[in-house]
């Protein structure tokens, strides 16, 4: 039995992390793993534009604890009213690494996100051009498509065609979460791929309603079936490199998740690394993990991999995971995937 593993330090290559006290508590646990992270832009108001990404990222590395190494790779909201040339601007520039369409109600502060999608294409074209890779909610928001089929509709209806509009755009299907979005991406050629978070490779729906409502299982795209969650788990354990680790580590206070109308997201940062170790062994497929959290983003991005290496053990027992975080004077819960994790980062 493997009980020690030596890999190239891991980035997120999707990440929530807020602003103020959120961003402050939340920061180190990902600082104290990722090299980089690329940094959701749905704060309110949006990040849109070059200015307001670059005045996020100083508050970013404001929040980093002393001597962190940790970098941000800023992205920007696309609206129908994004402006290219300053999109192009903040790119050029190495400000900005991706740019994120909110399909218009689909998620968290996506409001201002896109309707029609059609008006966004001279924008996409322009990123097209410069290579800067678009990062897509893949959910339609339709009334009458049922949540759990938003995902699977939306590779048919809107991010097929678009595929074929922009045949040389990057783009990254994000937190794929059935079947359907897997099959996608593996049939595309390398200018597609899709991130895929921890907490979507260990829980199914049946999470969401085991013995009671239980809201800190809930996100969106909202966890499918058990034949969702392994094809992802089948993926990311492959060779295939257009899969890798983006976590959706997505913070909301308890009271906020714990109410009526409860938010989406779920808060995985301080164990991301322990799960996915434990998919990887419990799939006997270790000696690819690597790959998944640390070689195949940064080789999409056209970014190298990181330079320091991280140490994980294989304990006897299981790695205590911490309940909550504070922040402020609110709580955060952590992700529990409610069985074991017997990885730890031994060199945090
Ligand atoms: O569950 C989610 N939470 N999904 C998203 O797309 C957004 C995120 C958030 O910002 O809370
Ligand atoms: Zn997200």
């Not at 290559?13 to 990902?30: E, F, Q």
């Not at 490779?201 to 392994?230: D, T, W």
């Not at 690819?288 to 190298?304: Q, V, W």
Request: proline share 7%; aromatic share 8%.
């Amino acid at each position: 039995m493997i009980t020690r593993l030596t890999i190239k330090q891991p980035d997120d290559w999707h990440l929530h992390l807020r602003d103020g006290a959120v961003l402050g508590a939340v920061l180190p646990d990902t600082a104290r793993h990722f090299g980089r992270a690329i940094v959701m832009p749905n704060l309110v108001p949006p990040v849109v534009g070059f200015e307001a990404a670059k005045a996020y990222r100083d508050r970013i590395l404001k929040a980093l604890p002393d001597g962190a190494g940790f970098k941000p790779l800023m992205t920007l909201y696309l609206t129908e009213t994004s402006d290219g040339a300053d999109i192009a601007r903040a790119a050029e520039a190495g400000l900005v690494h991706a740019v994120k369409l909110y399909p218009a109600g689909a998620t968290t502060n996506s409001d201002a996100g896109v309707r029609n999608i059609e008006t966004v294409y001279p924008v996409l074209a322009r990123m097209s051009e410069i290579g800067l890779p678009l990062l897509v909610h893949g959910e339609v928001v339709d009334g009458d498509v049922d949540i759990f089929d938003r995902e699977k509709i939306f590779v048919d209806r809107i991010l097929s065609p678009l595929r074929e509009r922009f045949p040389d755009l990057k783009i990254v299907l994000e937190h794929i979460t059935t079947r359907d979005g897997v099959d996608f991406v593996k049939a595309q050629n390398a200018n597609t791929a899709g991130t895929i978070t921890p907490h979507h490779l260990m829980i199914n729906r049946n999470a969401l309603f085991q013995g009671g409502l239980r809201p800190h299982y809930y996100c969106l795209p909202v966890a499918k079936r058990e034949i969702h969650r392994s094809a992802l788990v089948d993926a990311v354990t492959s060779e295939n490199k257009r899969f890798f680790l983006g976590t959706d580590s997505a913070p909301h206070p308890d009271k906020d998740k714990e109410s009526a109308c409860g938010c989406a997201g779920i808060y995985s940062s301080p164990v991301a690394i322990s799960c996915v170790a434990q998919v990887f062994e419990d799939a006997g497929a270790l000696e690819n993990l690597e790959a998944f959290t640390s070689r195949n983003g940064p080789e999409f991005y056209s970014l190298p991999v990181n330079d320091a290496d991280m140490i994980l053990v294989r304990d006897e027992d299981p790695v205590a995971v911490p309940e909550i975080i504070q922040a402020g004077s609110d709580t955060i819960t952590v992700f529990n995937p409610g069985t074991p994790l017997y990885w730890r980062v031994a060199n945090e």
